[in-house]
C-alpha cells in the first residue's frame, strides 16, 4: 500500500458572471464603487423619449394632412326613411314587429328610420317584402 497516493486537484466553484441586466442594478453599483472598480455612466440621448413618432412627419402623415377630400358613407336619404316609417305606420307594425319579420335587430330599423345607418340593398328588399311596399326607385 506504500505505493498508492492521491492527487488532489484544486476545484473552483464560482457563480455565473453578472448579466447585463444585474450590472446594472443599482446594489451591484454601489458593491462595485465601495470595491473601487471603475465605473462608466453613459446617458442616453433619447432616453425617455419616443423619439420615432416625434421624429417629424413621415411620407405617409403628410399625405393625410394633404388630403382634402371628405370621406364619408353614404346614409339613408330622406325619402328612403320617410317610406320605411311611412309604410311601417301603415301595417301597423312597431320597430321590433318589423325587425322580428326580416330576421334583423331592433336597432337596424331605428338606424333606418332615423337616417344613421349605411344603405343596404338587401335589407332594403327585405324590409320591400315585410311592408309590401316599394322603398327603392320609381314608386
Known sequence: ????????????????????AARKDEKAVNAA??????????????????????????????KLDEETDNLSHDRVPTELKKAIMQA???KKLTQSQLAQLINEKP???QE???GKA????QIISKL???LG?????KK
Open 1 to 20: 500500500m506504500a505505493g498508492i497516493s492521491q492527487d488532489w486537484e484544486p476545484v473552483v466553484i464560482r457563480k455565473k458572471a453578472p448579466t447585463a
Open 33 to 62: 464603487r465601495r470595491a473601487g472598480a471603475e465605473i462608466e455612466t453613459i446617458k442616453k440621448s433619447t432616453a425617455g423619449t419616443n423619439k420615432a413618432a416625434s421624429s417629424g412627419t413621415s411620407l405617409n402623415t403628410r
Open 88 to 90: 311601417r305606420i301603415d
Open 107 to 109: 336597432q337596424v330599423i
Open 112 to 114: 333606418y328610420e332615423s
Open 118 to 121: 349605411i344603405p343596404n340593398q
Open 128 to 130: 320591400e317584402r315585410a
Open 133 to 137: 311596399a316599394k322603398l327603392r326607385g
